[in-house]
């Protein structure tokens, strides 16, 4: 049976003068898998997102991904981890301002050594793929509805085939509307065997877009639930 994706063991998060963050946590995401991580602010979501991401350590315990010990990566390691082997979505979309839109999606490309050519290519598949066009590519973030810019993010995060993506409350800026239609993407994602670990405070997010849902209370799971197969 193939590793996890992501393998967490008796993992504890604590910062000077504060309750833990994350209080022995163990958990396995398996490849293919989209799991959403609800949970009340302060209970430990961002915190868990950070780790597996790269950019905190633990206070005990182990986080590894895609057979990568996230963990014991040194500061250029993270980066690099970060770069090759996951892609991120926030809320707030993150995009450069002074680069067009395929310049946004293609900077992860270049920092990771991929040719210009190459990059563009792949970029414009998959805007293209994600319901956005030549005109779009030229365009400046600004320009864009929040739904659209949100597309481009996604694009970005997938333009070097991470093995994950992580997804920060990535409908919390938008109108229904495009939370709509990023909900719907995120969930066709998954279909086409993208791992994705989604942190929301949106329930219907979750229900659409996750085959499995933890919530996290004070730190700890309370709930690990797999949807039932449609």
Do not use: W
């Not at 400046?140 to 597309?151: D, N």
């Amino acid at each position: 049976m193939a590793a996890p994706i992501i393998e967490m063991r008796d993992v504890s998060k604590r910062y000077a003068g504060e309750t833990a963050a994350l209080a022995g946590i163990s958990l396995s995401v398996n490849a293919g898998e989209a799991l959403a991580v609800l949970g009340p602010s302060g209970s430990g979501k961002s915190t868990l997102l950070n780790l597996i991401a790269g950019l905190d350590r633990p206070s005990e315990g182990s986080v590894a991904v895609a057979g990568l010990r996230v963990d014991e990566l040194s500061e250029a390691a993270s980066a690099r981890y970060r770069r090759e082997r996951i892609g991120m979505v926030f809320q707030f979309f993150n995009l450069l301002d002074d680069l067009t839109v395929e310049e946004n999606v293609i900077l992860p490309a270049r920092l990771a050594g991929m040719s210009r050519d190459k990059a563009q290519a792949r970029a414009d598949e998959l805007l293209l793929h994600l319901g956005l066009d030549r005109r779009h590519s030229r365009a400046y973030p600004g320009t864009l509805s929040g739904g659209e810019r949100q597309r481009v993010a996604i694009a970005r995060a997938l333009i070097n085939r991470p093995a994950l993506l992580l997804a920060d409350e990535p409908t919390g800026a938008l109108d229904s509307a495009s939370a709509a239609g990023v909900t719907e993407l995120l969930s066709g994602l998954n279909r086409e065997g993208q791992t994705i670990l989604l942190v929301t405070h949106d329930t219907a997010l979750a229900a659409a877009c996750a085959s499995r849902t933890i919530e996290l209370v004070d730190g700890r799971i309370a709930r690990d639930v797999r949807a039932v197969a449609r």
